[in-house]
């Protein structure tokens, strides 16, 4: 599949690089040798149609799973050859924010924001108090923080998700499916949330979606993966400017193109009448 | 041929598996020094595990003393060995009724709870979510449910015994008419501490250990659907029962 640049463009220096890296699951081939570069301080999209493996490669990046072959490289480390207490040093520098958000279900919000402060330092419970409300206030949350997860709605969950996953400052947020059934008003909050959070933070964002138009209006760089394979990348302006036919079909969202509708399988008439014949058998 | 081949596979599944849960055991023994370090997030789970199943513990204890008595009563008084009721309900108990159904019970109450929560924490990616904020799970949330499991059996057992043994006073001294002296006195001189009430403890301890991996690894380990979830709360009780009375055939055996 052509590609709009041969190799990926390094804007700035890379925070997370990928070369050659290829993954399988159950004799299923997920990645077959993909290159990505995340560059430094920018929003990076990951698109793709569902189950093209994007939540599969946000856990190859954050360690969660090991590659088949090839390499991960975060923050200059490779991934796959840190050891545990390593990892999760790293991981301290990372933030996640899941598409079914991941809250603690018996702790409150405030709590849930808190935990990861909790954890890892040895703040006073005043300073921690601080910390949290100003997590929750830069979502938006704050009045919420002795609400339940399960008193929640969707849209809020992910918000203090998001405020859970930027506790720790973190140096990188990669984001997983953040629009997933989310009612327009929630979405454009999340959208101009991660941007915000982006430029005042000055982390490096990877955001994974196949919410076509929103993900492009945020983004620096998108990356598109079908097949396993990358099928294109690009600044937002450059993708939309592609011709390839498998780019041009998921940016517009047609359904005729080459990725099929019907997952593969014989001939239709051929199964009916096999079933039309068993029946007057029996 | 195929069938066959299908035996072979369950059989590596079945050892891997295995393999799997003593890694995993490991992994919560390396834990335990954390969680002496962090003791407040086991005595958190102790209420879960042990103190919400002290009236379920409490009153079948009650019963199978009060049963015990009953049958016991019913057999002696055909040799004229009333007087002898309190130390078969005792013996009974401490030794073998105490430990086992205990342990059976708390894999009901407490260890299918263990299985359920923790699978629907991997489920909703909550396990997953700690990962990622660099915060071991093993360490976190399954080592002090497991050791919350392997220290409330023991306390389970203790308050089993004590009401299974007045359980039976109640019937057999209360009112079948049983001498209260003999009753009692017959236990103190007939109970061994170390033979009956120490092996009794040390059963329930092993048992604790085994419905308490048993229950976290199940959770863990399950597949993250409903019907995963379902399977695997179903197993812990299963397994757990299996166990408890195949070990306890084995420890009895030794301590005899």
């Given at each position: 599949m052509p590609a709009v640049k041969k190799q990926p463009v390094n804007i700035i220096e890379p925070y997370v690089k990928i070369r050659n890296l290829s993954f399988s699951h159950e004799n299923r081939k997920i990645f077959d040798g993909i290159n990505m570069d995340i560059p430094k301080g920018k929003i990076c999209a990951v698109m793709g149609v569902s189950g093209a493996g994007k939540t599969t490669l946000l856990k190859l990046i954050g360690g969660q799973l090991r590659p088949s072959c090839g390499s991960v490289k975060v923050d200059g480390k490779e991934v796959k050859k840190l050891s545990l207490p390593a990892l999760y040093q790293l991981r301290k520098k990372m933030g996640m924010l899941f598409q079914s958000s991941a809250l603690l279900t018996?702790?409150?919000?405030?709590?849930?924001?808190?935990?990861?402060i909790r954890e890892h330092s040895n703040l006073t419970n005043s300073m921690i108090r601080s910390l949290v409300l100003m997590k929750l206030q830069a979502v938006g949350l704050r009045g919420a923080q002795d609400l339940m997860p399960s008193q929640l709605s969707g849209g809020m969950a992910r918000r203090v998700a998001l405020a859970r996953a930027i506790a720790l400052d973190p140096m990188m947020l990669m984001y997983d499916?953040?629009?997933?059934?989310?009612?327009?008003?929630?979405?454009?909050?999340?959208?101009?949330?991660?941007?915000?959070?982006?430029?005042?933070?000055?982390?490096?964002?990877?955001?994974?979606?196949?919410?076509?138009?929103?993900?492009?209006?945020?983004?620096?760089?998108?990356?598109?993966?079908?097949?396993?394979?990358?099928?294109?990348?690009?600044?937002?302006?450059?993708?939309?400017?592609?011709?390839?036919?498998?780019?041009?079909?998921?940016?517009?969202g047609l359904a005729d193109g080459?990725?099929?509708?019907?997952?593969?399988?014989?001939?239709?008439?051929?199964?009916?009448?096999?079933?039309?014949?068993?029946?007057?058998?029996? | 041929m195929k069938q066959i081949q299908q035996i072979g596979q369950q059989s590596i599944?079945?050892?891997?598996?295995?393999?799997?849960?003593?890694?995993?055991?490991?992994?919560?023994?390396?834990?335990?020094?954390?969680?002496?370090?962090?003791?407040?997030?086991?005595?958190?789970?102790?209420?879960?595990?042990?103190?919400?199943?002290?009236?379920?513990?409490?009153?079948?204890?009650?019963?199978?003393?009060?049963?015990?008595?009953?049958?016991?009563?019913?057999?002696?008084?055909?040799?004229?060995?009333?007087?002898?009721?309190?130390?078969?309900?005792?013996s009974a108990i401490l030794m073998e009724l105490g430990p086992v159904v205990t342990a059976l019970l708390f894999a009901g109450r407490a260890g299918s709870a263990l299985t359920a929560e923790i699978g629907l924490m991997k489920t909703t990616d909550q396990l997953a979510g700690l990962e990622m904020m660099a915060v071991?799970?093993?360490?976190?949330?399954?080592?002090?449910?497991?050791?919350?499991?392997?220290?409330?059996?023991?306390?389970?057992?203790?308050?089993?015994?004590?009401?299974?043994?007045?359980?039976g006073y109640f019937v057999g001294v209360g009112l079948l008419g049983v001498d209260d002296g003999a009753f009692w006195s017959q236990i103190q001189?007939?109970?061994?501490?170390?033979?009956?009430?120490?092996?009794?403890?040390l059963k329930s301890f092993v048992f604790g250990v085994i419905v308490s991996w048993l229950a976290v690894f199940e959770g863990y380990d399950t597949v993250p659907t409903s019907s995963g979830i379902s399977h695997a709360t179903?197993?812990?009780?299963v397994h757990s029962a299996i166990a408890i009375l195949a070990v306890d055939f084995i420890l009895t055996a030794l301590m005899l």
């Open positions: 018996d702790l409150t919000v405030f709590e849930n924001v808190a935990f990861p499916e953040p629009f997933t059934g989310q009612d327009p008003i929630s979405m454009a909050v999340l959208l101009k949330l991660i941007k915000t959070l982006n430029e005042s933070l000055h982390m490096t964002s990877i955001l994974v979606s196949h919410d076509v138009k929103e993900t492009a209006s945020i983004s620096d760089y998108i990356y598109i993966i079908s097949n396993g394979k990358m099928i294109s990348h690009g600044t937002p302006r450059q993708i939309s400017r592609t011709k390839d036919d498998n780019v041009v079909q998921f940016m517009k080459p990725e099929q509708f019907h997952y593969p399988a014989g001939d239709y008439c051929e199964e009916l009448f096999q079933t039309v014949k068993g029946n007057n058998d029996s | 599944k079945s050892v891997e598996r295995i393999g799997r849960a003593s890694l995993f055991l490991f992994y919560i023994f390396k834990s335990g020094v954390d969680c002496i370090i962090r003791f407040r997030l086991v005595i958190s789970q102790i209420y879960y595990v042990g103190v919400l199943s002290v009236l379920i513990v409490s009153i079948s204890g009650f019963f199978v003393g009060m049963v015990l008595a009953l049958q016991g009563y019913h057999v002696l008084s055909q040799f004229g060995q009333e007087s002898t009721l309190g130390v078969m309900v005792a071991d799970p093993i360490k976190r949330i399954i080592a002090p449910r497991f050791f919350a499991g392997v220290i409330s059996v023991p306390l389970l057992t203790i308050i089993f015994s004590s009401l299974a043994v007045f359980g001189s007939k109970i061994d501490f170390n033979d009956d009430l120490l092996n009794g403890l179903t197993r812990t009780v």
